[in-house]
Protein backbone atom coordinates (compact mmCIF):
# COMPACT_ATOMS: atom_id res chain seq x y z
CA UNK A 1 0.00 0.00 0.00
CA UNK A 2 3.08 2.34 1.07
CA UNK A 3 4.27 1.83 -2.59
CA UNK A 4 0.90 3.43 -4.29
CA UNK A 5 1.28 6.50 -2.70
CA UNK A 6 4.75 6.81 -4.30
CA UNK A 7 2.91 6.57 -7.62
CA UNK A 8 1.72 9.33 -8.89
CA UNK A 9 -1.37 9.77 -11.94
CA UNK A 10 -0.58 9.61 -15.60
CA UNK A 11 -2.82 12.34 -16.27
CA UNK A 12 -4.39 14.64 -13.41
CA UNK A 13 -8.00 15.70 -12.83
CA UNK A 14 -7.64 19.61 -12.67
CA UNK A 15 -7.08 21.66 -15.33
CA UNK A 16 -3.61 23.78 -15.62
CA UNK A 17 -3.59 27.20 -15.34
CA UNK A 18 -2.41 27.82 -18.81
CA UNK A 19 -5.56 26.63 -19.90
CA UNK A 20 -7.65 29.84 -18.45
CA UNK A 21 -5.34 32.19 -19.60
CA UNK A 22 -5.93 30.85 -23.63
CA UNK A 23 -9.52 31.78 -22.92
CA UNK A 24 -8.52 35.68 -21.63
CA UNK A 25 -6.21 35.96 -24.82
CA UNK A 26 -8.86 34.99 -27.61
CA UNK A 27 -10.48 38.63 -28.56
CA UNK A 28 -13.80 37.62 -30.25
CA UNK A 29 -15.04 35.17 -27.32
CA UNK A 30 -17.44 36.27 -24.96
CA UNK A 31 -16.28 36.19 -21.35
CA UNK A 32 -20.20 35.82 -19.91
CA UNK A 33 -22.35 33.92 -21.41
CA UNK A 34 -26.27 35.32 -21.21
CA UNK A 35 -29.30 33.44 -20.12
CA UNK A 36 -32.04 33.55 -22.39
CA UNK A 37 -35.25 32.32 -21.03
CA UNK A 38 -37.57 30.49 -23.55
CA UNK A 39 -41.33 32.13 -21.54
CA UNK A 40 -43.61 30.41 -23.69
CA UNK A 41 -42.33 27.37 -23.07
CA UNK A 42 -41.69 27.47 -19.46
CA UNK A 43 -46.26 28.60 -19.93
CA UNK A 44 -46.97 25.42 -21.94
CA UNK A 45 -44.99 23.01 -19.80
CA UNK A 46 -45.50 24.33 -16.15
CA UNK A 47 -49.10 25.33 -17.29
CA UNK A 48 -50.44 23.01 -19.77
CA UNK A 49 -54.12 23.68 -20.36
CA UNK A 50 -56.88 21.75 -19.06
CA UNK A 51 -54.54 20.77 -15.64
CA UNK A 52 -56.08 21.10 -12.49
CA UNK A 53 -53.27 20.76 -10.27
CA UNK A 54 -54.47 18.04 -7.37
CA UNK A 55 -57.50 20.22 -7.02
CA UNK A 56 -60.25 17.94 -6.78
CA UNK A 57 -64.19 18.33 -6.43
CA UNK A 58 -65.85 15.74 -4.57
CA UNK A 59 -69.12 15.37 -5.03
CA UNK A 60 -70.55 14.60 -1.55
CA UNK A 61 -73.89 13.54 -0.60
CA UNK A 62 -75.99 15.94 1.59
CA UNK A 63 -76.23 15.52 5.38
CA UNK A 64 -78.81 13.32 6.23
CA UNK A 65 -81.69 15.33 8.34
CA UNK A 66 -84.93 15.07 8.57
CA UNK A 67 -86.12 18.41 7.85
CA UNK A 68 -90.08 17.37 8.47
CA UNK A 69 -89.31 17.91 12.03
CA UNK A 70 -88.60 21.76 11.61
CA UNK A 71 -91.63 22.29 11.01
CA UNK A 72 -92.75 21.11 14.91
CA UNK A 73 -90.99 23.88 16.39
CA UNK A 74 -94.13 25.72 16.78
CA UNK A 75 -95.62 23.11 18.63
CA UNK A 76 -93.78 24.10 22.02
CA UNK A 77 -96.21 25.04 24.92
CA UNK A 78 -95.19 27.86 26.95
CA UNK A 79 -97.45 26.75 29.37
CA UNK A 80 -95.63 22.74 29.86
CA UNK A 81 -92.34 24.48 29.46
CA UNK A 82 -93.12 27.02 32.48
CA UNK A 83 -94.59 24.18 34.57
CA UNK A 84 -91.24 22.12 33.33
CA UNK A 85 -89.10 24.53 34.71
CA UNK A 86 -91.04 25.36 38.26
CA UNK A 87 -90.73 21.33 39.05
CA UNK A 88 -86.74 21.38 38.19
CA UNK A 89 -86.12 24.71 39.93
CA UNK A 90 -86.68 22.66 43.47
CA UNK A 91 -83.88 19.95 42.68
CA UNK A 92 -80.02 20.57 42.30
CA UNK A 93 -78.73 20.38 38.80
CA UNK A 94 -77.63 16.85 37.60
CA UNK A 95 -73.71 17.31 37.75
CA UNK A 96 -73.98 18.78 41.50
CA UNK A 97 -75.66 15.15 42.38
CA UNK A 98 -73.79 13.06 44.98
CA UNK A 99 -74.55 9.56 44.20
CA UNK A 100 -73.93 7.43 47.14
CA UNK A 101 -71.35 4.39 46.48
CA UNK A 102 -73.06 2.29 49.60
CA UNK A 103 -75.19 0.15 47.45
CA UNK A 104 -71.88 -0.91 45.44
CA UNK A 105 -70.42 -1.87 48.92
CA UNK A 106 -72.91 -3.94 49.67
CA UNK A 107 -72.24 -6.52 47.08
CA UNK A 108 -68.38 -6.52 47.45
CA UNK A 109 -65.79 -8.96 49.40
CA UNK A 110 -63.90 -7.85 52.50
CA UNK A 111 -60.92 -8.08 49.90
CA UNK A 112 -62.40 -5.74 47.42
CA UNK A 113 -63.87 -3.39 50.54
CA UNK A 114 -60.40 -3.36 52.33
CA UNK A 115 -58.77 -2.66 48.37
CA UNK A 116 -61.21 0.23 48.04
CA UNK A 117 -60.31 1.98 51.10
CA UNK A 118 -56.73 1.91 49.83
CA UNK A 119 -56.93 2.98 46.88
CA UNK A 120 -59.28 6.01 48.42
CA UNK A 121 -56.53 6.74 50.56
CA UNK A 122 -53.85 6.87 48.07
CA UNK A 123 -56.13 8.96 45.78
CA UNK A 124 -56.65 11.35 48.64
CA UNK A 125 -52.58 11.76 49.05
CA UNK A 126 -52.29 12.09 45.64
CA UNK A 127 -54.25 15.01 45.11
CA UNK A 128 -52.54 16.57 48.67
CA UNK A 129 -49.63 16.00 47.23
CA UNK A 130 -49.48 19.52 45.62
CA UNK A 131 -49.73 21.13 48.89
CA UNK A 132 -47.30 19.03 50.64
CA UNK A 133 -44.88 20.04 48.56
CA UNK A 134 -45.72 23.68 48.65
CA UNK A 135 -45.23 23.23 52.38
CA UNK A 136 -41.68 21.43 51.82
CA UNK A 137 -40.55 24.23 49.59
CA UNK A 138 -41.60 27.02 52.24
CA UNK A 139 -39.66 24.99 55.14
CA UNK A 140 -36.49 24.53 52.77
CA UNK A 141 -36.58 28.09 52.44
CA UNK A 142 -37.06 28.73 56.42
CA UNK A 143 -34.25 26.49 56.72
CA UNK A 144 -31.73 28.03 53.76
CA UNK A 145 -33.20 31.11 55.89
CA UNK A 146 -31.61 30.18 58.92
CA UNK A 147 -28.44 28.71 57.58
CA UNK A 148 -27.55 32.35 56.03
CA UNK A 149 -28.46 34.25 59.54
CA UNK A 150 -26.09 31.49 61.12
CA UNK A 151 -23.44 32.26 58.53
CA UNK A 152 -23.67 35.69 58.86
CA UNK A 153 -23.52 35.61 62.74
CA UNK A 154 -20.47 33.05 62.60
CA UNK A 155 -18.61 35.80 60.21
CA UNK A 156 -19.58 38.80 62.62
CA UNK A 157 -17.78 37.01 65.34
CA UNK A 158 -15.16 36.11 63.56
CA UNK A 159 -14.32 39.69 63.18
CA UNK A 160 -14.19 41.06 66.39
CA UNK A 161 -11.67 38.17 67.63
Known amino acids: MAENLQKRPSKGILKNSSSFDKQDLQ ?15 IIATLHPPGKDYGH ?7 TPYNYAEMDD ?10 EKIKIGADKPPKAML ?3 D ?21 R ?5 EFHALQL ?7 EEDDE ?5 GAHSSNKSD
Open 148 to 152: DEGES
Open 27 to 41: PNAKKAKETKWDEMN
Open 73 to 82: IDGLDAKDLA
Open 56 to 62: MKIAEPK
Open 136 to 142: AKKLLEE
Open 124 to 128: KKHYN
Open 98 to 100: VES
Open 102 to 122: DSDDEELTEEEKERKREFEMK
